[in-house]
């Protein structure tokens, strides 16, 4: 029998210029816990296009306090809505090459459900909400990325269903 | 009034943050805007489109009708592009 049991934070925002490693976040959000049944992992990685045009990196400029902040709103928006026992998010900011990873969101639940719906609700918000932005390195020079409509009716249909819907009771 | 820019807006206007004192007049985050875009050509560039400007005040969101009184910090900003 374990002697000991470290439990886990249950909730984790860091934004970071390293890269990091998604087996340790996962690990260290579950550790010593046998209440967690279901953990999504979603993780953003850098392409080496654009809209088609290639790449050679991307700069990621950010609002140091209130991205914090505006992350750990919607990580608190996400556990009313969901019966959550973990969440992490991490996003990168400066410099980021082709290949390498941007951003990590992990949910942690008793049943799948939950955790699916979690991950894709912060990610959706991550996109329109948190305030970051992208510089791509093209050959014709840096520009910066465009919104995308796409994803600002992503976030905007988590508007419309009531906080504690059916997923949050259903069973995976 | 401590005013922070960011992404292209900071580009254009030129600096990152500096501290402003607008005239009792400006009331809202709109007429913030309408009164930076009178400063200068970086700022008329910056704020050429209004509409396409998110605005932060204390580090939260706010709308263009949002009142200034009594804000620490006023942020501007691009649509975000994270995640």
């Known amino acids: ?172 | 009034m401590k005013v922070r820019y960011f992404a292209w807006v900071r580009e254009r206007v030129g600096v990152a943050e500096e501290d402003v004192d607008p005239p009792a007049g400006i009331a809202t985050v709109g007429e913030f805007v309408a009164w930076l875009s009178q400063r200068g050509d970086g700022y008329a560039y910056a704020f050429e489109n209004p509409k396409v400007i998110r605005a932060a005040i204390d580090k939260s969101h706010v709308h263009a009708n949002a009142r200034i009184a009594g804000a620490g910090e006023i942020a501007f900003f691009p649509p975000m592009t994270g995640g």
């Not at chain 1, 400029?61 to 998010?89: N, Q, S």
């Open chain 1, 1 to 172: 029998m374990a002697a000991t049991v470290t439990i886990a934070p249950d909730k984790t925002i860091r934004l970071q210029r390293e890269a990091f490693d998604i087996a340790a976040e996962v690990a260290a959000l579950t550790r010593g816990r046998a209440d967690i049944g279901a953990v999504v992992t979603f993780t953003g990685v850098c392409r080496a296009d654009e809209n088609g045009e290639a790449i050679a990196a991307l700069t990621l400029e950010h609002y140091p306090d209130m991205a914090e902040a505006e992350i750990a709103r919607h990580v608190e928006e996400a556990r009313t809505r969901w019966p959550l026992l973990g969440v992490t998010v991490i996003h990168r900011y400066g410099r980021i090459a082709p290949g390498e990873v941007i951003v990590l969101v992990v949910t942690a639940s008793s049943h799948r459900a939950a955790a699916f719906a979690a991950a894709e609700f912060l990610m959706d918000y991550l996109k329109t909400r948190a305030p970051f932005w992208k510089q791509v390195e093209t050959p014709a020079g840096k520009e910066w990325v465009e919104a995308k409509a796409a994803d600002n009716s992503a976030a905007e249909r988590w508007a419309a269903q009531a906080p504690r819907d059916r997923l949050s009771k259903g069973r995976s």
